[in-house]
């Protein structure tokens, strides 16, 4: 009586074994698609900050605006990027440099 109903219950198995792997493979495509959507919503916001940075900088009208936001925000841009890139580190101010050359001769 037990090998028959074990037979059963592995043939049940065997049935749903593609079913469950298939349901897998939906969930990961279905957390792939809400990541792509999540990062196309990140670019949608930015590209109107972005235009509008361009209008504010480029516009000789707006000189205020740009010291009061674009050129804030651009420095703090460097500054967050200089953590991952030393080179951008090195070409912030070209006479500081300068001038810390001399010292160290001075030393």
Do not use: C
Request: glycine content about 2%; proline content about 6%.
């Amino acid at each position: 009586m037990g090998v028959p109903y074990r037979q059963e219950i592995r043939a049940a198995f065997d049935q749903v074994a593609p079913s469950v792997a298939a349901m897998q493979t939906t969930k990961n495509i279905f957390i792939l698609l809400a990541a792509i959507q999540v990062f196309k919503v990140v670019l949608l916001a930015l590209s109107p900050l972005a235009m509008l940075a361009l209008l504010i900088a480029s516009n000789l009208d707006l000189e205020d605006e740009r010291a009061a936001a674009v050129t804030p925000a651009i420095k703090w841009i460097i500054h967050r990027l200089s953590s991952f890139f030393p080179a951008i580190h090195s070409q912030k101010d070209p006479e500081r440099r300068k001038a810390d050359r001399i010292r160290g001769k001075a030393r």
